[in-house]
């Protein structure tokens, strides 16, 4: 697929974004969170993400490691995307593919990542 330009939001759109990923890297991970909410998550530099709209409704949720901020809509609850680092330092967005525009999931095929073990 190659890297591309994509829309995404939450649910009810109070969140909207843009970011450009390849979404022939996907990881599908069975933490405890990851697995309840079935994301399929891509990943972009910082400065790939250029977030629109929803800044004021974003609540934040950390667990674990404290590393990543799970970033979700207060009004619809869906985390459409998550801010970290990678161990470099480097910023980073996780992206749930789940909520791109024009993305057929089924049509995804994201590499099992074990973050039940870690």
């Known amino acids: 697929m190659a890297m591309k330009k994509y829309h995404g939001s939450c649910h009810c759109g ?3 974004y843009e970011a450009t990923v390849d979404l022939d ?5 069975n933490c405890s969170r990851c697995g309840r909410l079935g994301s399929i998550l891509t990943f972009a530099p910082a400065e ?22 799970h970033l979700f809509c207060r009004v619809c609850g ?10 470099d330092g480097t910023a980073s967005i ?3 593919a789940r909520c791109l ?12 990542f074990d973050g039940r073990s870690r």
């Open 25 to 29: 890297h996907t990881v599908s991970c």
């Open 48 to 69: 790939n993400f250029n977030l629109l709209s929803g800044e004021d409704v974003l609540t934040d949720y950390l667990f674990n490691k404290h590393v990543i901020h």
């Open 14 to 16: 109070a969140v909207k």
């Open 78 to 87: 869906i985390e459409s995307f998550a801010r970290g680092t990678k161990p």
């Open 101 to 112: 525009e024009g993305v057929e999931p089924d049509a995804l095929t994201p590499q099992k």
């Open 94 to 96: 996780a992206i749930n």
